[in-house]
């Protein structure tokens, strides 16, 4: 088994899979004011991990668990996400996962273009990482995305923006530990929590010509 070391490697906003690129959502929400400070940040965060972050920890611990089961997870995924623009931004976000992750590890083939939550249980397994770290690691990337984008789309203090992700920490354990208990399941029956607005604004999101992030 793999150390703790390893999954903060994992999780380090610092690899190179182009999170950065992405706001998870957030740029679109900003835009149309739903999102103006640290509080109503919070509030997208909560709803972040209660829907996309439960569904991303629940399928990266599945692929951590059984990287067999990487194709049908991966169209489990697909059946999941209604936006094309959030199924693209996904699989550009697995392919780039794929990349730095061969560099670290032996990966086992999950295809060339992988939603990302089954990259990111691709890269668990490879690490020796359990089911459970591989939902802590899908579940804080759902959230510390959407946090850094924030910063610079709002200007918002880096300081009070992590003290927030502080706060979140112990709800963001909760989601992992519930997500990571269902890894076992079969694919229908996997969380399918879903956000009508994350979907709507992303297609909107996609026909800007100007944007500070690719989603």
Not at 21 to 27: Q, R
């Amino acid at each position: 088994m793999a150390g703790l070391a390893t999954l903060l490697l994992l999780a380090d906003g610092r690899l190179p899979s182009g999170g950065h690129a992405h706001s998870g959502g957030l740029e679109p929400q900003i835009a149309a004011g739903r999102v103006r400070d640290v509080g109503e940040l919070g509030g997208f965060l909560r709803g972040k991990l209660a829907t996309s972050g439960l569904v991303s920890a629940a399928f990266a611990a599945a692929a951590c668990g059984d990287i067999g089961r990487a194709s049908e997870l991966d169209a489990g995924l697909d059946a999941r996400t209604p936006s094309p623009a959030l199924r693209k931004a996904s699989r550009a976000q697995g392919r780039a996962l794929l990349r730095a992750g061969r560099a670290m590890w032996r990966l086992r083939d999950v295809g060339r273009e992988p939603h990302q939550p089954v990259a990111l249980g691709a890269l668990a397994s490879a690490a020796g990482l359990s089911p459970v770290e591989a939902a802590v690691a899908a579940a804080h990337g759902t959230i510390t995305g959407s946090a850094s984008a924030a910063v610079r789309l709002l200007g918002l203090d880096p300081y009070a923006v992590h003290a927030l992700l502080a706060r979140l920490a112990p709800e963001c354990d909760r989601i992992a530990a519930l997500a990571a208990e269902r890894y076992g399941d079969p694919v229908d029956d996997l969380p399918a929590a879903g956000a009508p607005l994350l979907d709507i604004g992303a297609e909107h999101h996609a026909t800007w010509e100007v944007r500070l992030f690719a989603s």
